[in-house]
């Protein structure tokens, strides 16, 4: 494919050793044969997935790779052995004019930097979920796609099952089961400890710690393993929230929310990692009731499994989900599938769809032909509101206090309009630690107050906005890998 002819130096703001390095937005030219030069940003375990999919696209040509482990690049270009470029250093990828376009799927806290100044390369992204690990990144790379005109899908792959367009017809059109009146979102589903350790965890050699750790801080590492259980650290993830959460809520604000909410007006939270005895910080049970305007939203999210059990908490509706409940019965969809019941809990209406991988896969790369962004399936600002919503749910656990008394009772009356959904969410909670013989009230379980949220200001505003706001924008560890500001 022929990309720009035209290579100009420009300046807005990127960090120390970038910023002259990268084209103006690539003018493309492209004609009817023409494939996608795709390089892959990550060879861990997500890219490999993805680079499976793109492979079997005639219209894909893989043609370079990047990991700061050597071990990783290595072991993927083991399977493409027809790749030419590697790299350790992404901006050196992105250096390269006969790349197109790149998959962005490092740890999360890599996500938006990598997305933006690829984008700002003249690269078309396609970008692991959850866009963002904090909410200002997120609007970032949304002006960074704007600004350079460019593709930008990301990872939200349910977006793409066509069983979603049947679903929201049934709900919203044919109103078949009448106005929706609150909505549930479930993943119940254990995870092990991530280990426990007096040492901090031994870099492989194989590793450029700076570029691993990009904007993130040098702190030590304590787990067993390096890759993957990044998640469970603030510094890198984003927790079960950022992981499994988005992929459900998103299933949630597309189909029951109609993307009309792009940030809830108000919510409360809380959660614990109990049980566990390992360096996780994430919450292993975390509960949210986002207040989004509308229709009232409650989440509960639980990786942590009932003593001597393999369920992780009781739960009306599919372990990995959304319940919508309507005036004359629910809906239950999950990956894949859903099922419409009367009010009588009798099944109306079953729905049949798939995970929307390839098909999600191939949408960015119809649109990275087509540079056409309309048709993406997830483009970045849809990503980055469900992305914000994950954001948010995890600031609040994070301004939690321990839960009293007096602050339990509050909690269990916060949910206006889903009082019902929200004590079974808060039960369900509570009946997994008490196995565990660990009680609600307990100064390791973490309840916020109600944080209110100014979308036009995208600043908490009332009790306890100054801790929430701290949270919106990250520490970042020096300027090399500072997020850049892009004006649109
Ligand atoms: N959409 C989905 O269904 C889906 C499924 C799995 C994972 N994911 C997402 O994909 C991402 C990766 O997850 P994973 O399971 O592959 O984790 P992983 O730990 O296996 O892989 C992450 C890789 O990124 C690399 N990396 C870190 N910094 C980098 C940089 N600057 N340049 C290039 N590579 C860098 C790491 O070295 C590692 O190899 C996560 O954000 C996750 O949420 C999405």
Redesign the pocket.
Known sequence: MTRMNRRQFIGVGLGVGVASFFPAPAQIARGANEKVRLG??????????LLSGFKSFPDVDIVAL????TA?VDATKAKYDYVQKT????RKLLDDKDIDAVI????????CL?AAWAMQAGKDVYV???LAHNIYEGIQVVNAARKFKRVCQV???QRSDLMQAEIKKFLHEDKAIGEIKMARVNHYMPRNPIGKTDNPLELPAT?DKN????PAEDVELHRNA??????WAWNT??GEM??WG??VLDDCRNNVLLDCVEFPKRLIAGGVRAAYNDDGETPNIHFVYFDSGSIPVVLGVSTLAMKNSKSAGDHPGPGSGYIAYCEGGRLEGQRGSAKAFDADGKVIKEFKGN?G?REHQRNFIDAVLSQDSSILNAEVAIGKATSEWCNMANIAFRCGKPMTEESAATVAQAAQGAEQIWGEVLESAQKTLKTHDISMINSDVMVSDMLSFDAEKRQFVGPDAEKANSFIKRKYRNAEFTMPEFDV
Request: hydrophobic share 30%.
């Open positions: 892959s940003i990550s060879c861990g375990g997500r890219a490999n997935e990047c990991d700061p482990d990783r790299f350790t250093d992404c962005v799927a490092t740890c999360d806290h890599w996500h990598a692991e979920k959850p990872g939200m792959q590793l570029m691993w750790l990009g390096l890759h993957y259980d990044w998640h993830g984003t950022g992981n988005v992929h995970s991988q």
